[in-house]
């Protein structure tokens, strides 16, 4: 099945310890992005990256990392998370941006709360 | 630069009423245009797009037409069900840029 995982689901955490939230796709997508989701704020991009290796800023990139060493794999790191982190975390992963136009596909989404 | 208004929600509706959910938007260019859809504890998922003017995307019941004139995408069913509550997202993608969201539209129907 076609599919874009996120891990994990659910996490809550402290302010200051490391944490990496994963997200893997199997349809062989160029494209993977990382969204934000908040409350009156609608969905805000964090990273994107258009192939292995490559990688951008969106909108909210500060306090964020990601890496793309592989195509498949696309992990947002945070390195010293605080409680304006708290969130709702998508993945997602698409053909690439321009031509068909392709349609995204989104992971389930992870909550993340930071105290 | 692109940007995607979209009416403020929430919109509570009764089943069988009509649905309007309004977008428009803000493009330097001939963008593609989507909804997408959020359901209850879910990511998004696609709902329709169109790629040029006066295209009509639908599915489920649900029809946008993408009008040039108007710079509008507005998302309409003719009969809402208690399973369309959801949040419902405006979309652009033009050129090589990553998509640009509305902030979204909470719709909740009651039987």
């Known amino acids: 099945e076609a599919q874009v995982t996120q891990n994990p689901r659910y996490l809550i955490t402290v302010t200051g310890k490391k944490l990496t939230v994963t997200c893997s796709q199997n349809m062989n997508h160029e494209y993977m992005s990382w969204y934000r989701q908040d409350p009156g704020l609608g969905l805000r991009q964090i990273y994107y990256s258009m192939n292995v290796e490559v990688t951008d800023k969106g909108d909210v990139p500060e306090g964020y990392k990601v890496s793309r060493k592989e195509k498949r794999n696309f992990p947002l790191i945070l390195e010293s998370p605080s409680p304006n982190q708290t969130s709702l975390y998508f993945c997602?992963?698409?053909?690439?941006?321009?031509?068909?136009?392709?349609?995204?596909?989104f992971g389930p989404g992870t909550r993340l709360t930071v105290t | 630069g692109n940007s995607v208004t979209q009416m403020e929600g929430p919109v509570t509706l009764s089943e069988e009423a009509f649905l309007t959910i309004n977008c428009t938007y803000t493009?330097?260019?001939?963008?593609?245009l989507f909804w997408y859809v959020q359901y209850p504890g879910e990511g998004l998922q696609l709902l329709l797009k169109a790629t040029k003017a006066d295209d009509k995307g639908s599915n489920k019941g649900f029809e946008a037409t993408y009008r040039k004139e108007t710079t509008s995408f507005h998302l309409e069913k003719g009969s809402v069900q208690v399973s369309d509550s959801a949040v419902y997202f405006c979309a652009l993608l033009w050129g090589n840029t990553p998509l640009v969201f509305g902030k979204g539209t909470r719709l909740s129907v009651i039987a």
């Open positions: 997602a992963s698409s053909l690439g941006l321009s031509g068909a136009p392709y349609e995204q596909y």
């Open positions: 493009a330097t260019g001939y963008p593609s």
